[in-house]
T-cell receptor, first 112, second 114 residues
Framework: GAVVSQHPSRVICKSGTSVKIECRSL??????MFWYRQFPKQSLMLMAT?????????EQGVEKDKFLINHASLTLSTLTVTSAHPEDSSFYIC????????FGSGTRLTVV | AQSVTQPDIHITVSEGASLELRCNYS??????LFWYVQSPGQGLQLLLK??????LVQGIKGFEAEFKRSQSSFNLRKPSVHWSDAAEYFC????????????FGTGTLLAVQP
């Protein structure tokens, strides 16, 4: 499967600021990527499907204006958490739709 | 609607003992099923997947899973557990629509006693 690199692995930001998380597919041209959110000791919840060159598709209940997704190339999708608040603190994971699904190593976001 | 259920939230086994993690699914079409493992603070690693064909699927790290359509199950097994197997295990189902997606079970946390 693909090799997926997610950066940063950890980030701390102040409440009200924005933070960008990158997901790179290093050896696979990914037309579709996914973004998940995982709360402590819980499962992964799909936030949105990122499609190269078009708008992302958000799951019900996910604020598209807060979680901005850009998939400008076949190797990079970004998730920007805008005006972050403590309740946005979570573990965010991306995945690439290759011959199955390959996941990045995740980003721990802490908003203080 | 599609769903994945992992009935066991937490399981403890002794090192060297056998392991079975349960997974049940609900889906109106042919299921594509996956097992992933997650170590603390890490992403998910694919253990094995079932798309079609042989209902007994071999994966990495000595894991296997058996698809049973009549029971809507896809249980994960390992004959002899190692301490390094301690982690969270997720069963997932691919479902279709405009784009195929994964839905996950709630996970089973495996602890291994020496």
């Amino acid at each position: 499967g693909a090799v997926v690199s997610q950066h940063p692995s950890r980030v701390i930001c102040k409440s009200g600021t924005s933070v960008k998380i990158e997901c790179r597919s290093l050896d696979f041209q990914a037309t579709t990527m996914f973004w998940y959110r995982q709360f402590p000791k819980q499962s992964l919840m799909l936030m949105a499907t990122s499609n190269e060159g078009s708008k992302a598709t958000y799951e019900q209940g996910v604020e598209k204006d807060k979680f901005l997704i850009n998939h400008a190339s076949l190797t990079l999708s970004t998730l920007t958490v805008t005006s972050a608040h403590p309740e946005d603190s979570s573990f965010y994971i991306c995945s690439v739709s290759d011959y199955g699904y390959t996941f990045g190593s995740g980003t721990r976001l802490t908003v203080v | 609607a599609q769903s994945v259920t992992q009935p066991d939230i937490h399981i403890t086994v002794s090192e060297g003992a056998s392991l079975e993690l349960r997974c049940n699914y609900s889906y109106g079409a042919t299921p594509y099923l996956f097992w992933y493992v997650q170590s603390p603070g890490q992403g998910l690693q694919l253990l094995l997947k079932y798309f079609s064909g042989d209902t007994l699927v071999q994966g990495i790290k000595g894991f296997e899973a058996e698809f049973k359509r009549s029971q809507s199950s896809f249980n994960l097994r390992k004959p002899s557990v190692h301490w390094s197997d301690a982690a969270e295990y997720f069963c997932a189902l691919e479902y279709g629509g405009a784009t195929n997606k994964l839905i996950f079970g709630t996970g089973t946390l495996l602890a291994v006693q020496p």
